[in-house]
């Protein structure tokens, strides 16, 4: 069975600090996806890693992907309140998309 | 850019109606996506279609059923709405294959109230 599970579900940061989101897949596909939801508005694309060892970085978010460990990360670098909103990871397989609950990131002044 | 519409953005039924949800994309994506985000749940996939007339149950199937008759149309049906399913639905579309790699895109999402 296709499973996602992602920690933490709750996130509250200081601007400025550091922090790592988890997401774990129990997907064959190694297809790992990130995106991203602000209040009131629908899923935005983020990052999409489909190999062993991807890594792809946009401003202060970087995903990578683990593939052994079925691991994949999103690290935030000196948070910004823009960064404020629910993360979530998906993984992929046979056309099948499956999402984590969602890590709620607050960043504070 | 791709355009993921969903037909009503907010809706209030009463228990027992029947509810459809409609759902278009203008991307000729194989691939369509209903799923139901509750809050500490995440998205949770009702069904997905990988082709006209084709349709796949997800996680939480029960009390729901689908219709794609044309590609870029997909729908959801309600048959008799329970309070349960009051809830954010969300309609997705993106292209198929295996080893795609493809993103899906997001429609505006359809909140639902079940009185």
């Known amino acids: 069975e296709l499973k996602v599970e992602q920690n933490p579900l709750f996130l509250s940061m200081q601007e400025g600090k550091n922090y790592t989101i988890y997401c774990n897949y129990s997907?064959?596909?190694?297809?790992l996806y990130w995106y991203r939801q602000d209040p009131g508005k629908s899923l935005e694309s983020l990052f999409v890693l489909l190999s062993n060892g991807a890594v792809k970085q946009e401003g202060r978010l970087m995903a990578s992907l683990d593939t052994k460990a079925r691991l994949s990360t999103l690290h935030i670098t000196a948070a910004v309140h823009d960064l404020s909103a629910t993360y979530f990871c998906a993984a992929e397989e046979d056309n099948d998309m499956r999402f984590g609950a969602g890590t709620r990131l607050t960043v504070k002044p | 850019d791709v355009k993921v519409t969903q037909s009503s953005r907010y809706l209030v039924k009463r228990t027992g109606e029947k509810v459809f949800l409609e759902c278009v994309q203008d991307m000729d994506h194989e691939n369509m996506f209903w799923y139901r985000q509750d809050p500490g749940l995440g998205l949770r996939l009702i069904y997905f279609s990988y082709d006209v007339k084709m349709k796949e149950k997800g996680d939480i199937p029960e009390g729901y059923s689908v219709s794609r008759e044309k590609k870029e149309r997909f729908s959801l049906i309600l048959e008799s709405a329970s309070t349960n399913q009051t809830s954010m639905y969300l309609c997705?579309?993106?292209?198929?294959?295996?080893?795609?790699?493809?993103?899906?895109?997001f429609g505006e999402g359809s909140w639902l109230t079940v009185v």
């Open positions: 997907t064959t596909s190694d297809r």
């Open positions: 997705a579309s993106g292209l198929a294959g295996a080893g795609a790699g493809n993103t899906i895109y």
